[in-house]
C-alpha cells in the first residue's frame, strides 16, 4: 500500500468502517510510515465537534457514575457473549458496533425469529442522557413502518441494559458495496459480514447462501460501472421515500450515510441505526448548530455553517452526498483535517459527477447536485420532492431541478466568500463567462439538443411508446435548441418523432419516417427505420401485407434484426398477425437488452395474443412470469398489470369454456380482477384498470357492472382512442340490457373512427358501426325501415365492399326481403373488396367460394371438402363464412345451427372483427330466446 491509497482510507479507519483485510494492510503502513501516522493523528480531528462531544459526556458519565458509586467498568461486559440471553432475546452473533450500541444477531424465543438486537453499552448505560437518547431511538424507529425503514419489534432493559429488537435485513451495508466496487473485487466469493439481515417469509436460522445475499450488491456494481444509473436512481428514490416518511412523523435522522443504508436481497435500500434520531415534536429538540453526525456526510447547517437551524432538509443533503459517492465512488467533500473537511463542506461545490464519470446522465448530475445545495432554501424542499425527480428520471419524465447557470455560480461564490469578491471581480467574472459561453454555445446547444434526442428516443424504445407525451416535450426542447438539425442528429429527431406518433397517428408516423429513412447514412439505421416503418404501415392500415410487408422484408434482407430494439418493432409489425414469431423477437430483445421494461411487457401481450387465438394454457407460465417481473419493475405503472389482469381472464374463460378445472378457473378469475384494481391503484388517473375489470365482470355475467367499471373509467381517457374503446366495449352491454338509446349513443360517438381514411381496422368495421348494428338495434325498437335505410346506405356508399353487401342482405333477410337482399348480392363486382377478416389475405378463388357460402349457393360442408390443409388450418379465413351463414340460418328459423356457427365464427378469434359481431348477437340471443322477432 502508497501513501495515495492509504490518505484516502484514513477516514474510514477513523471510523472503523474498513473491513479486516484493509484495516490490515493500512496497519501495516502506518507502523513503516511517519507521514501517515502524522495524517492519521490530523484525521483523527475529523470527528470534529462530535468527537469533542461525545468525549466531554463520556467524562462527564463516567464522573457521575464515580460519584454515585455505579461504575460497572469492571463488573459489567461490554460484549455478550453467545448463548447469552436479555429478556425474550439470546444472542448469536455479534455483528457490528456503533456510537450509541452494539448490534447483535439474536434469536427471540418465543417467536423463533432471528432479528438484529441492539444493546446500550455498560458504561453508557450509566448515563440518564445516553439512556434517554437510546430510547428516544427504539421510539423514534418503532413509529415508522415503511418499506425502506428497518423495523422495530421490540424494546426493554435487563440490568440496567437497554436494547430494541429490529428486523434482521438479508444483505449488506452500502459502503461495503461502495468499497468493494473501488478496491474493484466485486467478487461473489468475498466473505459476507452483514451489517444486518432480512428474514425472508421463513426466517432463516443459519447464514444464508452467499449468492442470494450478494444478488443486491452484484447489481448494484454492474449499475456503478455505468451501465444502470436508473437501478441507481431508485434505491437513492427508495431511501428518500422512506426518509420522507419519517421526516412527516416528526423524525429526523440526522446520520444518514452509506453505513446506515443496508442494501437488502430485495433490491432496495432499508435505513437503520436512528442512533441520532431527533423528534420534531418533542421540546427541546430543535437545536441550532450542535454538530452531530458523520462529519463526511453532514451538512453546511450542521457543521455550524452560518448557525442555521437543523431540519429535515440536513438529511436530504446527506442522501445528496450519498448518491454522490455511488454515482462517482468519490465523496464530494474531504479533508485531511476537520477543519478542512468542515470548510470544504461550507465554501466550496463539490466536483460535477459528469467530470469524473461522463457517462453520467446530465439529468442525475443535475438532482445529485440539487440536493448538494449548501443553502437549505435551495435544496429540494424534501426528502419527497428528491424521491419524485428520482422517479421522474428513471421514468424518463422531465426533471423539476435545473441546472446552475453562470449568474447563479457567480452569486453563489459571492455569497461564501463577501471579503474576497468585489464588483470589479464580479464583473471580470461576467464578462469572461460571456466569452467563455459565446465560443461554446453553438456546441453546448447542439450538444444539449441531441441529449435530448437520444432520451426521447429512448423514453419511446425501451420504456414505453404508448405514452409519448414526455417524449414529445423534450423533442420540442430540441428543436427550440437546435431548429435545424443535420446529419445523425437530424435522422434521430425523425425517427424519434415518428415512434411518438405511431400509435395515435400512424399515417403520420409513415411520413415521418419515411423522411427519417431518407436521412439515415448507416446500414442499422437503414434497418432500424424499417422495421418501424413496417409497424406503422400495420398500425395504419390494420394489414400485415402490401407495404407493410415490403417494408418488414427489406429490413430482413439488409441483415435482419440485430439490436434489441430492432427486434422489438420487428415484433411489433408482427405481433397481431403472426404472434408466434413475434414472440420470439420480444425473447431476442430481451436476451439483447437487460431488463428490457417495454420487450418485456409486449412479449407478455404477445403470448396473450397467442392465448386469445389458441385458446390453450401452452405459455400461460411464462406469461405470468413476464408480466409478474413486468409489475415489478414497473411499479409505478398500470399497464403491466393490466395486461396481466387480461392473462388471468383469459385462462379463467378457458377452463370455463372446457370445464376442466373450476377452482383453477374461480382462482383465475379472482386474479384477473385483482390485477385490475391494482392496476386502479398504481395509476388513479389511467382508464386502463377499470377496462380489465369491466372484461372481468363481463366475464362472470354481471353487465351492470361492466358499464359501471367502464363508466369510472371513461372521465379519464386523455385521447379520443382511449374514449372510443370506452364505446366500443360498453355499448354491446346496452344492448343486451335493452338499454338502446344508450347503446345508439355509442355507437355515433363510434362513427367518427369508422368513417373513410379513419386508418387501423376503421374502413373494415365501418359497416358494424354504421350499419349492422344499429340496423339490429332498430329492429328491435320495431322500426324495420329506419334498419333497412341504415345498412343500404353503407350498401350504396361502397358499392365494391362485399362486407358491406352482405351485412345489408342479412338485415333484409331478417326482415324476410330475401327478393332485395339476393338483388343485392347480385349486383356486387366480381372484383369487389374480399369478405376477409381484417389484416387476412385470402386466394381469389377462395374469395369467391366464400361469398358463394354467404350467399346459400354452396355449404360450408361442399368448401370443406375443396379446402386444402393450409386453408382448413387458417381459422382466420373461415371468419365471415360462419358470420353470415349463421345469420342466414337464423332469419330462416334455425336457431340451433345459427348458434353453432356463430360460436364457431367467434372461436375464430380474428382480432375482433367477424367474431366480435358474433359475440354481439349471440350476447342478445342468449338474453332473449325468442329474438329475432318474426317480421
Known amino acids: 500500500m502508497n501513501c495515495e491509497e492509504a490518505d484516502g482510507l484514513l477516514l474510514d479507519y477513523v471510523e472503523e468502517t474498513l473491513d479486516a483485510s484493509q484495516r490490515a494492510a493500512l496497519e501495516v503502513h502506518l507502523s513503516q510510515c511517519a507521514r501517515c501516522r502524522t495524517a492519521l493523528r490530523d484525521t483523527r480531528h475529523l470527528l470534529g465537534a462530535l468527537s469533542e462531544a461525545r468525549d466531554q459526556q463520556g467524562r462527564q458519565r463516567l464522573d457521575d457514575a464515580r460519584s454515585a458509586g455505579r461504575s460497572r467498568s469492571t463488573t459489567t461486559p461490554t460484549t455478550w457473549q453467545p448463548g447469552s440471553r436479555l429478556g425474550d432475546f439470546e444472542i448469536v452473533s455479534e455483528i457490528g458496533r456503533g456510537g450509541m450500541g452494539v448490534v447483535y444477531r439474536a434469536r427471540q424465543l418465543s417467536l423463533n425469529r432471528i432479528v438484529a438486537l441492539k444493546v446500550l453499552p455498560a458504561l453508557a448505560g450509566a448515563d440518564d442522557k445516553a439512556v434517554s437518547r437510546f430510547v428516544r431511538e427504539a421510539q423514534a424507529a418503532a413509529r415508522l413502518h415503511h418499506t425502506n425503514i428497518v423495523p422495530v419489534y421490540a424494546q426493554g432493559q435487563q440490568d440496567g441494559h437497554f436494547f430494541y429488537a429490529m428486523e434482521l435485513i438479508d444483505g449488506e451495508s452500502l459502503d461495503r458495496v461502495i468499497r468493494r466496487r473501488r478496491a474493484g473485487s466485486a467478487t461473489r466469493d468475498e466473505p459476507f459480514k452483514a451489517g444486518h439481515a432480512h428474514p425472508t417469509r421463513s426466517p432463516p436460522t443459519h447464514e444464508p447462501p452467499l449468492d442470494d445475499l450478494h444478488a443486491a450488491s452484484t447489481a448494484l456494481l454492474v449499475s456503478l460501472d455505468g451501465s444502470r444509473f436508473r437501478d441507481v436512481a431508485m434505491l437513492i428514490c427508495g431511501a428518500a421515500e422512506g426518509l420522507e416518511h419519517a421526516h412527516t412523523s416528526g423524525v429526523l435522522h440526522r446520520d444518514i450515510k452509506p453505513q446506515n443504508l443496508l442494501l437488502g436481497s430485495d433490491g432496495q435500500l432499508h435505513i437503520t441505526d436512528f442512533g441520532l434520531a431527533r423528534l420534531l415534536d418533542e421540546p427541546g429538540m430543535t437545536l441550532t448548530g450542535e454538530m452531530i453526525g458523520t462529519p463526511a456526510y453532514m451538512s453546511p447547517e450542521q457543521v455550524g455553517f452560518a448557525r442555521r437551524t437543523v431540519d429535515h432538509r440536513t438529511d436530504v443533503f446527506s442522501l445528496g452526498v450519498t448518491l454522490y459517492e455511488l454515482l462517482t465512488l468519490e465523496r464530494p467533500f474531504d479533508g485531511a483535517t476537520r477543519e478542512q473537511l468542515v470548510a470544504r463542506i461550507c465554501t466550496r461545490e463539490p466536483k460535477p459527477p459528469r467530470k469524473i464519470n461522463p457517462s453520467i446522465p446530465m439529468d442525475l448530475e443535475t438532482i445529485c447536485l440539487r440536493a448538494l445545495e449548501k443553502d437549505p432554501a435551495r435544496r429540494y424542499p424534501s426528502a419527497g420532492a428528491l424521491a419524485a425527480d428520482l422517479r421522474r428520471f428513471v421514468e424518463n419524465r422531465p426533471i423539476h431541478a435545473r441546472r446552475v447557470g453562470l449568474l447563479e455560480k457567480s452569486w453563489k461564490f459571492i455569497r461564501r466568500h463577501p471579503a474576497m469578491t468585489t464588483i470589479c471581480v464580479l464583473c471580470a467574472l461576467l464578462v469572461s463567462g460571456a466569452v467563455v459561453w459565446r465560443s461554446q454555445s453553438i456546441r453546448t446547444r447542439q450538444d444539449r439538443a441531441t441529449e435530448l434526442i437520444a432520451r426521447a428516443y429512448g ?367 347480385a349486383r356486387l363486382p366480381a372484383d369487389a373488396e374480399p369478405l376477409a377478416a381484417s389484416g387476412e389475405s385470402a386466394p381469389t378463388d377462395w374469395e369467391r367460394k366464400i361469398r358463394e357460402v354467404c350467399s346459400g349457393r354452396q355449404t360450408l360442408s361442399a368448401l370443406r371438402a375443396v379446402a386444402d390443409d393450409s386453408l382448413r388450418r387458417n381459422k382466420l379465413l373461415w371468419s365471415a363464412a360462419y358470420f353470415f351463414d349463421g345469420l342466414r340460418q337464423l332469419a330462416d328459423g334455425r336457431r340451433d345451427t345459427a348458434v353453432t356457427l356463430l360460436d364457431a365464427c367467434e372461436q375464430t378469434y380474428d382480432y375482433e372483427d367477424y367474431c366480435y359481431a358474433a359475440r354481439v348477437i349471440l350476447g342478445r340471443m342468449q338474453r332473449d330466446p325468442t329474438w329475432p322477432r318474426r317480421p
Not at 367499471?709 to 381517457?717: F, I, M, S, V
Not at 350499419?771 to 329506419?786: C, N, S, V
Open 459 to 825: 423514453m419511446l424504445a425501451y420504456d414505453d411508446y404508448r405514452e409519448p407525451d414526455d417524449a414529445r416535450e423534450l423533442l420540442s426542447q430540441a428543436a427550440s435548441i437546435w431548429p435545424d438539425p443535420t446529419g445523425k442528429a437530424r435522422a434521430a429527431f425523425l425517427e424519434a418523432s415518428g415512434l411518438a406518433d405511431l400509435r395515435l397517428e400512424p399515417h403520420r408516423a409513415v411520413q415521418t419516417l419515411q423522411r427519417a429513412l431518407d436521412a439515415s447514412l448507416h446500414g442499422a439505421d437503414q434497418r432500424r427505420v424499417r422495421y418501424l416503418l413496417a409497424w406503422a404501415e400495420r398500425q395504419r392500415t390494420g394489414r400485415l401485407d402490401g407495404q407493410a410487408l415490403t417494408w418488414l422484408q427489406q429490413g430482413d434482407a439488409i441483415g435482419g434484426a440485430r439490436s434489441a430494439e430492432e427486434h422489438f418493432f420487428r415484433g411489433q409489425a408482427l405481433l397481431r398477425h403472426r404472434p408466434e414469431e413475434a414472440i420470439k423477437d420480444f425473447r431476442l430483445a430481451r436476451e439483447k437488452r437487460n431488463n428490457y421494461a417495454q420487450a418485456m411487457l409486449h412479449l407478455g401481450r404477445a403470448l396473450n395474443t397467442k392465448m386469445y387465438h389458441q385458446r390453450r394454457h401452452d405459455t400461460f407460465d411464462e406469461q405470468e412470469r413476464v408480466l409478474l417481473n413486468a409489475c415489478e419493475l414497473q411499479s409505478t405503472q398500470a399497464y403491466p398489470c393490466y395486461l396481466l389482469s387480461i392473462t388471468y381472464r383469459l385462462s379463467a374463460e378457458i377452463y370455463d369454456r372446457t370445464r376442466t378445472d373450476s377452482k383453477r378457473r374461480d382462482e383465475h378469475f379472482e386474479w384477473a380482477l385483482h390485477w385490475a384494481r391494482e392496476a386502479q391503484r398504481r395509476e388513479p388517473t389511467s382508464p386502463r384498470g377499470y377496462a380489465c375489470e369491466g372484461e372481468y365482470w363481463e366475464a362472470v355475467g354481471d353487465l351492470n357492472r361492466a358499464i359501471d367499471a367502464r363508466n369510472r373509467g371513461e372521465p379519464l381517457c386523455q385521447s379520443p382512442d382511449d374514449q372510443a374503446e370506452v364505446c366500443d366495449y360498453r355499448w354491446r352491454l346496452y344492448y343486451w340490457l335493452g338499454r338502446y338509446d344508450e347503446a345508439l349513443s355509442d355507437l355515433r360517438a363510434l362513427q367518427p373512427f369508422t368513417a373513410p381514411g379513419a386508418g387501423g381496422q376503421g374502413d373494415a368495421r365501418r359497416v358494424w358501426f354504421a350499419g349492422l348494428f344499429p340496423a339490429l338495434i332498430h329492429l328491435d325498437l320495431d322500426q324495420p325501415e329506419e334498419a333497412k335505410r341504415l345498412v343500404l346506405a353503407v350498401a350504396d356508399a361502397e358499392p365494391r365492399n362485399a362486407r358491406a353487401a352482405f351485412s345489408a342482405a342479412a338485415i333484409l333477410h331478417l326482415l324476410g326481403r330475401r327478393d332485395e337482399a339476393d338483388q343485392l348480392i
